[in-house]
C-alpha cells in the first residue's frame, strides 16, 4: 500500500492560457509561463505586447477573462489576499509619497503588510542600504532621482519578504552601476529561493540575469519556439579571421554547416568542451582565427528574430 | 474486507511550511480597525499642510475671529442665536466645500500617481483604504470646527439654545459633511479624471442644496389645486354719496362701516393652490433644512418666556418648512384672500384685522420637527457611496475607470 504523495508544487508562478481584453483591446491572448523558485525568468517583448497587463494579473490585480493562475499555490481570483501576502510587485510606474520620507514610507508599507511598527523600522532600514538609499533615509522622496526611485520601489516590493517577486521593467533609468547591483541582487534573491519574474528590454543585461525566457509577441507567450530559438542562439558561435575565404573553404570541406556573417562567418556548437575542440580543429588546418565567441546576447537574438513582428 | 493492513498508514501530510503571519484565505474587503487607523495616517501625513497651507489657515482663523468680534460687538446685549448659527453655517459651508474636494482626488489622484495599486497590493483591504480615505478627509474638514471652537463657545453662551440642542445640530453638520466626503470619494473611484470627480462632487452637493429647493418649486404645479378667488371688496358701484365720502376720506363719524356694500369677487380670476405637504420632503431632504429641522424649536410666540433669544435663521427655516409640510388651510383652498370690508369694521373700532397669518406663524414654528427624512436620506447615501467605493477598490479589477492604467 502506498499513500499518495501530495501533488509536489514545482513551480512558485504559473499560469497557463491566460487572457484579458480592455474593450475591443485584445491586452493578452493567451500567456502561459511557469516560474519555479529560486529561479529568475525574464518575459520579455515588444512595446505593447501585454507584458505588464499579465504581470498585473499575476499579481492579483487584475481578473483574467480567461485561463487559470497559481500563485504560491493560490488562484488570484479567489484567493488574491494569501496572493498578494506573498508577492512582492514592483510596478512600472513611479509613484512615491512626495512628502513623506524613504524610510516613512517603507514602515507605512510594512505596516500595511501587518508588521509590527519596531520590525517595519528595521527592515526598511535594511532594505535602504542594501538599494542603497540610506543617506535618504530621512528626506523626503521627491528628491529622488528616476534611478534612486526605482530602487526605492524594488525595496518597497521586498518589505513582506516575497517569495514570489515580479519587476516591471526594473533596469529603467538605472545606472551602470546600479544595473550591475539589480543583477547581483536579483541573483542573490532567487539564491535565497524566491522566485523572479523580470521584464526588461535590456536584453544583454538579462542574458547574465536569467535562467529562463518567455518571450511574448501580440498578446501571446511564444513558448516552445522561442525555447528553441533561444537554445538555438546559445549555440552559435561566431569566427571572425584575416582570411574568412579560407575559413569557408576549410569548413565547406569539413562538411560544417555555417551561416555567413558581416563579421565572419557562424558555426553552431553544443557547448563549452565542442567549442574547444572547434577552434582546435580549425587552427590545425590553418585558419588564421583572430577571434571567437558566443555571437552575442541570445535574447537578443531571439528577440530581434520575432521583432519583425512589432505592431 | 478480509485484508486489513496492519501497518498504520504513515502520516502523509507534511507539515506545512509555517509562517510568521497568519495566512489570509479569501478576499477579504471589511474593514478592519488597524488597517483603517493606517491609512487614515497616511493620508493625513501626506497631505500635511505646508507652510503656505499654515498661513492661509492662519489668515482664515484671524478672518473667522475678526468677524466674531465685529458680531459680538454689533448686535448689543440681548439674547441673540444669529453668531452661533453663523458658526454653524460656516462650519457647514466649509465642510461641504473642503472634504469633499480632498476626497474627490483621492483615489484616482493616488492612482494616477501611482501611488495606489502598492497599497492595494499589501494586506489592507478595499476597506480599509475607503474608510480611511473618508475619515482623512472628514478630519480635516473637522479642523475648521475646531478653530472656531472659542468662538462657538461664546456664541452659544447668548444662544439660549441648550448644549444638548448644540450638540445635536452639530452632530447632524458632521453627518452631513461626511456624506458629501463619501460622495466625493464615491466619484472620485468612478471617474478616471480629478478634474471629473471635483466638479461631479461639488455638482451633487448643489444639487442637494439646490436642486431640492428647485424641484419643489418646479414641482408644485403638478400638486396645485385651481381655485377661485372669494376676497370681498366694497362695492363702489353701490356706494350712496355719503358712503363714498366716507369710504374716500376714511371718516366713519356719519357711517356705520358695516353698513357698505360688500361684493364677492367671483368668476373674476383664479389662481394655482399648491397642496405642499405633498411634496414637502422634497424640503426635507435638504441639508441644510436637516439642519434647521434638528435645531430648537423656539416659539414665535413665546420665545421670551421660554427663555430663549428671538428666532434666528434655524427657526425661520423650521418655521418656513412646516408651512410647506402643513400646507393649505380650508381658507386658502376656498379661495379666500382677503375681506376688505371686515378689514374696514375692526378699523373703525379701533381693532386689528386678524386674517389667521399670525397665529399661522405660531403654529408653524412649534410643528413638531422633521429631521429623520433628511438623516434618512444622508444615511443612505453615506452607505450607497461606501459600497462603491469599496467596490471599485476591491482587487483584482474586472473593470477599469475608462482610459486609466492598474496603478
Given at each position: 500500500?502506498?499513500?499518495?504523495?501530495?501533488?509536489?508544487?514545482?513551480?512558485?508562478?504559473?499560469?497557463?492560457?491566460?487572457?484579458?481584453?480592455?474593450?475591443?483591446?485584445?491586452?493578452?491572448?493567451?500567456?502561459?509561463?511557469?516560474?519555479?523558485?529560486?529561479?529568475?525568468?525574464?518575459?520579455?517583448?515588444?512595446?505593447?505586447?501585454?507584458?505588464?497587463?499579465?504581470?498585473?494579473?499575476?499579481?492579483?490585480?487584475?481578473?483574467?477573462?480567461?485561463?487559470?493562475?497559481?500563485?504560491?499555490?493560490?488562484?488570484?481570483?479567489?484567493?488574491?489576499?494569501?496572493?498578494?501576502?506573498?508577492?512582492?510587485?514592483?510596478?512600472?510606474?513611479?509613484?512615491?509619497?512626495?512628502?513623506?520620507?524613504?524610510?516613512?514610507?517603507?514602515?507605512?508599507?510594512?505596516?500595511?503588510?501587518?508588521?509590527?511598527?519596531?520590525?517595519?523600522?528595521?527592515?526598511?532600514?535594511?532594505?535602504?542600504?542594501?538599494?542603497?538609499?540610506?543617506?535618504?533615509?530621512?528626506?523626503?522622496?521627491?528628491?529622488?532621482?528616476?534611478?534612486?526611485?526605482?530602487?526605492?520601489?524594488?525595496?518597497?516590493?521586498?518589505?513582506?519578504?516575497?517569495?514570489?517577486?515580479?519587476?516591471?521593467?526594473?533596469?529603467?533609468?538605472?545606472?551602470?552601476?546600479?544595473?550591475?547591483?539589480?543583477?547581483?541582487?536579483?541573483?542573490d534573491l532567487a539564491a535565497d529561493g524566491k522566485a523572479v519574474l523580470v521584464s526588461s528590454h535590456v536584453l544583454a543585461e538579462l542574458d547574465e540575469m536569467v535562467d529562463d525566457a518567455v518571450f511574448m509577441s501580440k498578446g501571446r507567450t511564444l513558448g516552445?519556439?522561442?525555447?528553441?530559438?533561444?537554445?538555438?542562439?546559445?549555440?552559435?558561435?561566431?569566427?571572425?579571421?584575416?582570411?574568412?575565404?579560407?575559413?569557408?573553404?576549410?569548413?565547406?570541406?569539413?562538411?560544417?554547416?555555417?551561416?555567413?556573417?558581416?563579421?565572419?562567418?557562424?558555426?553552431?556548437?553544443?557547448?563549452?568542451?565542442?567549442?574547444?575542440?572547434?577552434?582546435?580543429?580549425?587552427?590545425?588546418?590553418?585558419?588564421?582565427?583572430?577571434?571567437?565567441?558566443?555571437?552575442?546576447?541570445?535574447?537578443?537574438?531571439?528577440?530581434?528574430?520575432?521583432?519583425?513582428?512589432?505592431? | 474486507?478480509?485484508?486489513?493492513?496492519?501497518?498504520?498508514?504513515?502520516?502523509?501530510?507534511?507539515?506545512?511550511?509555517?509562517?510568521?503571519?497568519?495566512?489570509?484565505?479569501?478576499?477579504?474587503?471589511?474593514?478592519?480597525?488597524?488597517?483603517?487607523?493606517?491609512?487614515?495616517?497616511?493620508?493625513?501625513?501626506?497631505?500635511?499642510?505646508?507652510?503656505?497651507?499654515?498661513?492661509?489657515?492662519?489668515?482664515?482663523?484671524?478672518?473667522?475671529?475678526?468677524?466674531?468680534?465685529?458680531?459680538?460687538?454689533?448686535?448689543?446685549?440681548?439674547?441673540?442665536?444669529?453668531?452661533?448659527?453663523?458658526?454653524?453655517?460656516?462650519?457647514?459651508?466649509?465642510?461641504?466645500?473642503?472634504?469633499?474636494?480632498?476626497?474627490?482626488?483621492?483615489?484616482?489622484?493616488?492612482?494616477?500617481?501611482?501611488?495606489?495599486?502598492?497599497?492595494?497590493?499589501?494586506?489592507?483591504?478595499?476597506?480599509?483604504?475607503?474608510?480611511?480615505?473618508?475619515?482623512?478627509?472628514?478630519?480635516?474638514?473637522?479642523?475648521?470646527?475646531?478653530?472656531?471652537?472659542?468662538?462657538?463657545?461664546?456664541?452659544?453662551?447668548?444662544?439660549?439654545?441648550?448644549?444638548?440642542?448644540?450638540?445635536?445640530?452639530?452632530?447632524?453638520?458632521?453627518?452631513?459633511?461626511?456624506?458629501?466626503?463619501?460622495?466625493?470619494?464615491?466619484?472620485?473611484?468612478?471617474?478616471?479624471?480629478?478634474?471629473?470627480?471635483?466638479?461631479?462632487?461639488?455638482?451633487?452637493?448643489?444639487?442637494?442644496?439646490?436642486?431640492?429647493?428647485?424641484?419643489?418649486?418646479?414641482?408644485?404645479?403638478?400638486?396645485?389645486?385651481?381655485?377661485?378667488?372669494?376676497?370681498?371688496?366694497?362695492?363702489?358701484?353701490?356706494?350712496?354719496?355719503?358712503?363714498?365720502?366716507?369710504?374716500?376720506?376714511?371718516?366713519?363719524?356719519?357711517?356705520?362701516?358695516?353698513?357698505?356694500?360688500?361684493?364677492?369677487?367671483?368668476?373674476?380670476?383664479?389662481?394655482?393652490?399648491?397642496?405642499?405637504?405633498?411634496?414637502?420632503?422634497?424640503?426635507?431632504?435638504?441639508?441644510?433644512?436637516?439642519?434647521?429641522?434638528?435645531?430648537?424649536?423656539?416659539?414665535?410666540?413665546?420665545?421670551?418666556?421660554?427663555?430663549?433669544?428671538?428666532?434666528?435663521?434655524?427657526?425661520?427655516?423650521?418655521?418656513?418648512?412646516?408651512?410647506?409640510?402643513?400646507?393649505?388651510?380650508?381658507?386658502?383652498?376656498?379661495?379666500?384672500?382677503?375681506?376688505?370690508?371686515?378689514?374696514?369694521?375692526?378699523?373703525?373700532?379701533?381693532?386689528?384685522?386678524?386674517?389667521?397669518?399670525?397665529?399661522?406663524?405660531?403654529?408653524?414654528?412649534?410643528?413638531?420637527?422633521?429631521?429623520?427624512?433628511?438623516?434618512?436620506?444622508?444615511?443612505?447615501?453615506?452607505?450607497?457611496?461606501?459600497?462603491?467605493?469599496?467596490?471599485?477598490?476591491?482587487?483584482?479589477?474586472?473593470?477599469?475607470?475608462?482610459?486609466?492604467?492598474?496603478?
Amino acid at each position: 500500500m502506498t499513500a499518495t504523495e501530495p501533488e509536489v508544487m514545482t513551480a512558485a508562478v504559473s499560469a497557463r492560457g491566460v487572457a484579458r481584453a480592455f474593450g475591443s483591446v485584445q491586452a493578452v491572448a493567451d500567456a502561459t509561463l511557469e516560474v519555479r523558485p529560486g529561479t529568475v525568468t525574464a518575459l520579455i517583448g515588444p512595446n505593447g505586447c501585454g507584458k505588464t497587463t499579465l504581470m498585473l494579473m499575476l499579481a492579483g490585480l487584475l481578473r483574467p477573462d480567461a485561463g487559470e493562475i497559481r500563485v504560491a499555490g493560490a488562484d488570484p481570483r479567489h484567493d488574491s489576499a494569501a496572493v498578494r501576502a506573498s508577492i512582492g510587485w514592483m510596478p512600472d510606474q513611479l509613484g512615491s509619497w512626495d512628502n513623506l520620507t524613504c524610510l516613512q514610507t517603507l514602515i507605512l508599507m510594512g505596516r500595511g503588510y501587518r508588521l509590527h511598527k519596531d520590525e517595519a523600522r528595521e527592515r526598511g532600514t535594511g532594505l535602504l542600504a542594501m538599494v542603497h538609499l540610506s543617506e535618504f533615509a530621512d528626506r523626503p522622496t521627491r528628491v529622488l532621482s528616476r534611478g534612486q526611485k526605482q530602487r526605492l520601489s524594488l525595496a518597497r516590493a521586498l518589505m513582506n519578504d516575497p517569495q514570489v517577486l515580479l519587476l516591471d521593467e526594473p533596469a529603467n533609468g538605472l545606472d551602470p552601476r546600479s544595473r550591475i547591483e539589480l543583477r547581483t541582487l536579483v541573483r542573490d534573491l532567487a539564491a535565497d529561493g524566491k522566485a523572479v519574474l523580470v521584464s526588461s528590454h535590456v536584453l544583454a543585461e538579462l542574458d547574465e540575469m536569467v535562467d529562463d525566457a518567455v518571450f511574448m509577441s501580440k498578446g501571446r507567450t511564444l513558448g516552445d519556439e522561442a525555447a528553441a530559438k533561444v537554445a538555438d542562439a546559445k549555440r552559435r558561435y561566431r569566427v571572425s579571421t584575416l582570411d574568412d575565404v579560407a575559413l569557408r573553404t576549410v569548413l565547406k570541406n569539413g562538411g560544417v554547416p555555417f551561416d555567413d556573417d558581416p563579421s565572419g562567418v557562424v558555426i553552431r556548437v553544443g557547448n563549452e568542451e565542442e567549442a574547444f575542440q572547434a577552434l582546435a580543429w580549425l587552427m590545425s588546418h590553418g585558419v588564421k582565427v583572430h577571434r571567437f565567441g558566443p555571437a552575442g546576447s541570445a535574447l537578443e537574438q531571439t528577440y530581434m528574430s520575432m521583432e519583425e513582428e512589432r505592431r | 474486507m478480509t485484508l486489513v493492513d496492519q501497518n498504520p498508514a504513515p502520516s502523509a501530510a507534511p507539515d506545512p511550511a509555517s509562517s510568521p503571519r497568519p495566512r489570509v484565505k479569501g478576499n477579504p474587503w471589511l474593514p478592519t480597525p488597524s488597517g483603517v487607523w493606517l491609512v487614515t495616517g497616511i493620508e493625513l501625513r501626506r497631505r500635511r499642510p505646508t507652510v503656505k497651507g499654515w498661513i492661509f489657515y492662519g489668515l482664515l482663523l484671524a478672518a473667522i475671529l475678526g468677524l466674531g468680534i465685529l458680531l459680538a460687538v454689533v448686535s448689543g446685549d440681548e439674547k441673540t442665536s444669529m453668531p452661533m448659527e453663523l458658526v454653524l453655517v460656516l462650519v457647514l459651508g466649509a465642510g461641504m466645500l473642503i472634504a469633499p474636494s480632498l476626497a474627490a482626488t483621492s483615489i484616482n489622484g493616488d492612482s494616477s500617481e501611482g501611488v495606489l495599486a502598492p497599497l492595494q497590493m499589501t494586506r489592507l483591504t478595499a476597506g480599509d483604504l475607503a474608510l480611511g480615505k473618508l475619515i482623512a478627509s472628514w478630519v480635516i474638514a473637522f479642523a475648521v470646527l475646531l478653530t472656531m471652537t472659542p468662538f462657538l463657545v461664546y456664541a452659544f453662551t447668548r444662544s439660549g439654545w441648550h448644549w444638548d440642542e448644540l450638540l445635536t445640530v452639530i452632530g447632524v453638520i458632521l453627518l452631513v459633511v461626511l456624506t458629501s466626503t463619501a460622495i466625493g470619494l464615491a466619484w472620485s473611484s468612478l471617474a478616471a479624471r480629478a478634474v471629473a470627480s471635483v466638479s461631479l462632487a461639488h455638482l451633487t452637493t448643489g444639487a442637494l442644496l439646490l436642486g431640492t429647493l428647485l424641484a419643489f418649486v418646479f414641482v408644485q404645479p403638478l400638486v396645485s389645486e385651481t381655485v377661485k378667488d372669494t376676497s370681498s371688496y366694497v362695492d363702489y358701484e353701490a356706494l350712496t354719496e355719503e358712503q363714498l365720502y366716507a369710504y374716500e376720506n376714511w371718516d366713519w363719524s356719519e357711517v356705520d362701516p358695516a353698513t357698505l356694500p360688500c361684493v364677492t369677487s367671483q368668476d373674476q380670476w383664479e389662481y394655482p393652490v399648491a397642496h405642499t405637504e405633498q411634496i414637502a420632503w422634497l424640503l426635507l431632504a435638504n441639508p441644510v433644512v436637516l439642519i434647521g429641522e434638528s435645531s430648537p424649536i423656539i416659539s414665535y410666540d413665546t420665545w421670551e418666556e421660554d427663555g430663549r433669544a428671538a428666532p434666528g435663521l434655524f427657526a425661520e427655516i423650521h418655521r418656513a418648512v412646516s408651512d410647506a409640510r402643513i400646507g393649505p388651510s380650508e381658507a386658502d383652498l376656498a379661495g379666500q384672500q382677503y375681506d376688505e370690508c371686515a378689514m374696514l369694521v375692526a378699523e373703525a373700532n379701533g381693532e386689528r384685522y386678524d386674517d389667521g397669518w399670525e397665529d399661522q406663524q405660531e403654529v408653524n414654528s412649534v410643528y413638531p420637527r422633521a429631521p429623520w427624512i433628511g438623516l434618512g436620506v444622508q444615511v443612505l447615501l453615506l452607505i450607497g457611496s461606501l459600497w462603491i467605493v469599496i467596490a471599485r477598490l476591491r482587487v483584482p479589477y474586472k473593470k477599469l475607470r475608462q482610459g486609466t492604467r492598474v496603478a
